[in-house]
C-alpha cells in the first residue's frame, strides 16, 4: 500500500506570474448564522437541536470519542427509520443554509478587486462541517478546495464510514497545503517537501483566515504569527462582540468586523486594504528575489 501511495502523481501547483492571496474560511457562524445541521436537517429527524448536541457531546465524552465523529454518527442514527442519509440529500439540506448578507456575490466581486490590483484571489473553506452540506450550497463552485468533515459511501449513496473529519487542531494542516500548492488530502510527501520561501505558491503572509471562535485559534495563531491576516467575525443582527473580543485580547486576530459581506461593509472594506497591501509587497518581494537570483547566478559563474 504504502509504495502504491508513493508511486501516484499528485498534481502540485506551483507559484505563478501573480502573487496569491488566499482566503480560508470557517463556515459554521462565519458565512451562515448558525450550525448547518440544526438548519433543517436536525428538525426533519424529529429532534430538538440542543437536545441533539447534547448527545452528540455526550456520545463523544462516553467514548473518548472525537466530537465530530460523534455528530456524524449521532445524525446517522437519529435519521434511522425515518429516512435515509444519503449524499443526495445531505447537499439537499445544504441548500437550505441561510447565508449571511452579501455572501453570494462576495466572491465575484473580491476576485475582480483582486484582478484590478494584480492578485489571484482564491478562496478556501476549512470547516469541521460537513463537505456534502456545503458542498449543496449556492455557493460551493467559489471555492478552490472544500476542506470538511466527509463521510464515504456505498454504492448506494449511503454512509458506511467517516471518510474525513477536521477538528480545530487539525484544521491547520490545510493551511500548509495551500501554502505549497498540495492540495490532495493524501499527498503527504508534498505537504511535508521543503520549499524555499521565495518558490511558495501562497506565503502564509498571503493567507486570510476568517473565523468565529475558540475552533479557529490554532488556524488564526498560525497565520498571525507569519504575518497574515486573521479576522474574526460576529453576527451583525445580536452585535455580540464577547468572542472576538477575546480572540483580539489573546493575540489570535489582527481585526474583527461583523459578518457582512455587502459591498461597502466593514468586512469588504478591510479584505480590498489587504489586496491593497499584498499588491505592494509583493513588488518589493519581486525585487528582493530578483537582486537574490542574481546573486546566485553570479556565485555559480564565479
Not at 13 to 39: I, S
Not at 118 to 126: A, N, S, T
Not at 148 to 154: K, P, R
Not at 293 to 299: A, F, G, H, K
Request: aromatic letters at 10%; hydrophobic letters at 35%; a negative charge.
Amino acid at each position: 500500500m504504502g509504495s502504491e501511495r508513493a508511486e501516484k502523481q499528485y498534481v502540485r501547483l506551483e507559484k505563478g506570474d501573480k502573487p496569491v492571496l488566499a482566503v480560508c474560511y470557517d463556515f459554521d457562524r462565519t458565512l451562515t448564522p448558525g450550525d448547518m445541521q440544526a438548519q433543517g436537517f436536525i428538525q426533519s429527524v424529529g429532534a430538538n437541536v440542543n437536545e441533539f448536541w447534547e448527545q452528540s457531546n455526550k456520545l463523544a465524552a462516553e467514548n473518548d470519542m472525537d466530537m465530530n465523529l460523534a455528530y456524524m454518527l449521532t445524525m446517522v442514527k437519529k435519521a434511522k427509520g425515518k429516512f435515509y442519509v444519503t449524499k443526495k440529500a445531505l447537499a439537499e439540506y445544504g441548500a437550505q443554509i441561510r447565508l449571511y448578507n452579501g455572501v453570494e456575490d462576495w466572491f465575484s466581486r473580491i476576485n475582480k478587486y483582486g484582478a484590478s490590483r494584480g492578485i489571484c484571489v482564491e478562496h478556501y473553506i476549512i470547516s469541521s462541517g460537513l463537505k456534502e452540506m456545503i458542498e449543496g450550497t449556492s455557493i460551493a463552485g467559489e471555492f478552490k478546495k472544500i476542506y470538511a468533515s466527509a463521510f464515504c459511501y456505498d454504492e448506494d449513496g449511503v454512509p458506511v464510514w467517516p471518510a474525513q473529519t477536521i477538528n480545530y487542531t487539525n484544521k491547520t494542516q490545510f493551511l500548509f497545503r495551500i501554502e505549497k500548492g498540495c492540495l490532495d488530502i493524501n499527498d503527504h510527501d508534498g505537504v511535508n517537501e521543503y520549499i524555499p520561501p521565495e518558490k511558495l505558491r501562497v506565503p502564509l503572509r498571503n493567507i486570510v483566515y476568517i473565523g468565529d471562535s475558540e475552533t479557529d485559534i490554532p488556524c488564526m495563531k498560525l497565520v498571525n504569527s507569519y504575518g497574515g491576516h486573521p479576522i474574526g467575525v460576529y453576527d451583525p443582527e445580536t452585535g455580540k462582540k464577547d468572542k472576538v473580543y477575546k480572540l483580539m485580547k489573546n493575540n489570535r486576530i489582527r481585526y474583527f468586523a461583523p459578518a457582512d459581506f455587502c459591498e461597502g461593509s466593514e468586512l469588504d472594506r478591510l479584505l480590498k486594504a489587504i489586496i491593497d497591501k499584498t499588491a505592494a509587497y509583493e513588488n518589493l518581494e519581486n525585487e528582493h528575489v530578483k537582486d537574490l537570483d542574481e546573486m546566485r547566478s553570479e556565485e555559480k559563474i564565479k
